[in-house]
């Protein structure tokens, strides 16, 4: 199969080449992300937002940063950021409008989900629940979320 740009076929292989990857201490990492780093210009945004997260997820386990290759996915997870931001900023906007609806129609999955969760346990439509709704199927980001309350928390002293 030979992998061609925005194409979302040869992006998943891709994608299975990088899971499988994580975690390995063998030659396998280095050669995964020494043979994509030259596609990355040309993959699909789904594709990279796809590496993005499991790298990205791979890296928020503690345990993960003894792995030799820790330091190198790193690396390799700023490239995939800046091309992600690069397509963004180049983006049509149509290609713009249809990533929103996408986004929206996704939000309005996950609320429809969180409702029918908190109906069938008597919860009540808190923020409170929302989080430990989200928590529970292992949506929310622990890390992620720290770093947003220490970037946009208000100072209590």
């Known amino acids: 199969m030979k992998i061609e740009p925005n194409d979302d076929m040869g992006g998943a292989v891709l994608n299975c080449a990088v899971r499988y990857s994580l975690g390995r201490a063998s030659y396998m990492p280095g050669l995964v992300m020494d043979e994509i780093r030259p596609m990355l210009a040309g993959l699909t945004a789904k594709t990279l937002s796809c590496m993005e997260r499991?790298?990205?997820?791979?890296?928020?386990?503690?345990?993960?940063?003894?792995?030799?290759?820790?330091e190198e996915w790193g690396g390799f997870l700023k490239l995939i950021r800046e091309q992600l931001e690069k397509q963004k900023n180049a983006a049509t906007p149509g290609e713009d409008?249809?990533?929103?609806?996408?986004?929206?129609?996704?939000?309005?999955?996950?609320?429809k989900a969180f409702e029918k969760w908190a109906d069938e346990n008597?919860?009540?439509k808190t923020p409170a629940s929302v989080v430990t709704f989200l928590y529970g199927y292992g949506v929310l980001d622990v890390q992620a979320a720290f770093r947003i309350i220490e970037q946009h928390g208000e100072d209590e002293g």
């Open 97 to 111: 409008d249809r990533i929103d609806f996408m986004i929206f129609s996704k939000r309005m999955a996950l609320a």
């Open 54 to 70: 499991d790298i990205r997820e791979w890296m928020a386990d503690a345990g993960n940063q003894k792995n030799p290759y820790w």
């Open 122 to 124: 008597g919860v009540a």
